[in-house]
């Protein structure tokens, strides 16, 4: 199941879900859980890759870079290059959906080892936003640049500009524009982002995320993914974790930010999504039913975990030779 089709059918979840009073921290959802979560010998378990949705590709880049003895700051970079430059994709980088105006923006973030991290938000005409966050980390004093700062900043570190509207895209924003419908749909078209992390041989872990954002969003429109502490965190005595779905909803609960939070309270990385994804769908008034939400995750041990709120979404995972998709479990089982 690719990304495309897993919010398409997960849309089509929306039937009634009677709450009870406990999420899923239950016997019968151990066996579960341990489809996701892996208990890992660190020592000769690594070096590891997880990236949100069916990525193969630039997990495998990712393992390349650690494999040839790189460092996981490095691997993550790579390895989402590969999406920003997958123009088909029309989620990452080149080839985007855009904005309502026509115009492709991008948002992106990285966070290394030592919780070191760079943003760029509402950047236009650079294909590798998440090169520019790293940048911004290492060249700047600054945590986050925005929009035609980011763009100029970009453009001086020998960065290339160039039109990131390709055909598709803008058929598919003039096809928007007969209705010009503006509310959050389930599916690929309207949000996506890739997310990832790595440990490199070391036993360090780093992240990054990017993502063109919400389709036909509002111009300025920034969402969770290039937020540290909502699309990602990572804390290299602890874990990492990433975000993907409807970026305002990961933002009202600072998502990874929790999630690495409640494994340093001791949960395993799937018991900390779960909890997570919970605190999402139990919020007063939540319409979580109308949207997405989900996260992976990764502690020191080597140990992952996913979760979201509707089926479909998956996790790529590249470890001892092996790269794979991974189903997650989900919330709204109606």
Excluded at 7 to 34: F, Q, R, W
Aim: charge should be negative; hydrophobic fraction near 35%; charged fraction near 25%.
């Amino acid at each position: 199941m690719n990304r495309r089709k897993f919010i398409k059918n997960a849309s089509l979840t929306g039937a009634g879900l009677a709450v009870g009073s406990t999420l899923i921290h239950c016997a019968e959802a151990t066996s579960k859980n341990e489809e996701n979560t892996a208990v890992v010998d660190t020592k000769n378990n690594l070096p590891l890759v997880i990236a949100t949705w069916h990525v193969e590709n630039a997990t495998t880049k990712a393992m390349e870079v650690l494999e040839a003895g790189g460092n996981a700051l490095d691997a993550v970079e790579q390895g989402c290059m590969v999406e920003e430059a997958n123009e088909k994709g029309q989620s990452v980088g080149k080839g985007g959906l855009p904005d309502r105006d026509g115009n492709v923006t991008l948002d992106a973030c990285i966070m290394d080892k030592n919780g070191n991290c760079g943003a760029v938000v509402y950047l236009k005409d650079i294909t590798h936003a998440v090169s520019v966050a790293r940048k911004v980390m290492e060249d700047t004093p600054h945590v986050m640049l925005a929009g035609e700062g980011a763009k100029q900043f970009a453009i001086s570190k020998g960065f290339e500009p160039e039109d990131l509207l390709t055909e598709a895209s803008k058929k598919a924003w003039e096809e928007w524009k007969v209705k010009s419908e503006y509310k959050p749909i389930i599916n690929i078209e309207n949000h996506d982002t890739i997310g990832m992390l790595a440990i490199d041989n070391n036993g360090d872990i780093s992240g990054a995320c990017t993502t063109s954002g919400l389709a036909y969003k509002l111009a300025g429109r920034v969402g969770d993914s290039p937020i540290i502490g909502s699309g990602l965190f990572v804390d290299n005595e602890v874990g990492g974790c990433v975000a993907t779905g409807l970026g305002e909803e990961v933002v009202k609960t600072v998502g990874s930010f929790l999630v690495v939070e409640l494994m340093r309270q001791g949960k395993t990385p799937q018991e900390a999504c779960e909890e997570a994804i919970s605190r999402i769908v139990k919020k007063p008034n939540s319409n979580y039913k109308a949207f997405q939400v989900g996260y992976i995750a990764v502690n020191k041990k080597g140990e992952t975990g996913s979760f979201s709120i509707h089926q479909w979404f998956s996790m790529t995972k590249f470890q001892n030779g092996v790269n794979e998709q991974i189903q997650s479990d989900y919330f709204n089982k109606a």
